[in-house]
């Protein structure tokens, strides 16, 4: 079982950039892949970006170029680096963790473990 812990939200204004950081409890945290998620008021859960084990990365077409994506296993952690942010970007961010995946999914049920979430918002 992993604890997932998001922090590093805030209110940015548009062009902007922000690192969230997803912090996990747990000694196997290499073999989770990590998800990130987002919701925004009204709206459903939507895929942002996920990692693999092996370091691959995916990422949803709105976010390419801008959002990258990493981990430091070392430090049981995983990244979301966010530049460029506009309006459309703000909701609330989660990390999510599933073990033992080949590859990536960007699906929200595929994952077992979720963070509490981060808020985002973009000034315009």
């Known amino acids: 079982q992993v604890q997932l812990v998001e922090s590093g939200g805030g209110l940015v204004q548009a062009g902007g950039s922000l690192r969230l950081s997803c912090a996990a409890s747990?000694?196997?945290?290499?073999?989770?892949?990590m998800g990130w998620f987002r919701q925004a008021p009204g709206k459903e859960r939507e895929f942002v970006a996920a990692?693999?084990?092996?370091?691959?990365?995916y990422y949803t077409e709105s976010v390419k170029g801008r959002f990258t994506a990493s981990r430091d296993n070392a430090k049981n952690t995983v990244y979301l680096q966010m530049n460029n942010l506009n309006p459309e970007d703000t909701a609330v961010y989660y990390c999510?963790?599933?073990?033992?995946?080949?590859?990536?999914?960007?699906?929200?049920?595929?994952?077992?473990?979720w963070g509490q979430g981060t808020q985002v918002t973009v000034s315009s």
């Open positions: 999510a963790a599933v073990q033992n995946l080949v590859g990536v999914s960007t699906g929200a049920g595929d994952y077992n473990y």
């Open positions: 747990g000694r196997t945290f290499c073999s989770y892949a």
């Open positions: 990692i693999s084990r092996r370091l691959n990365t």
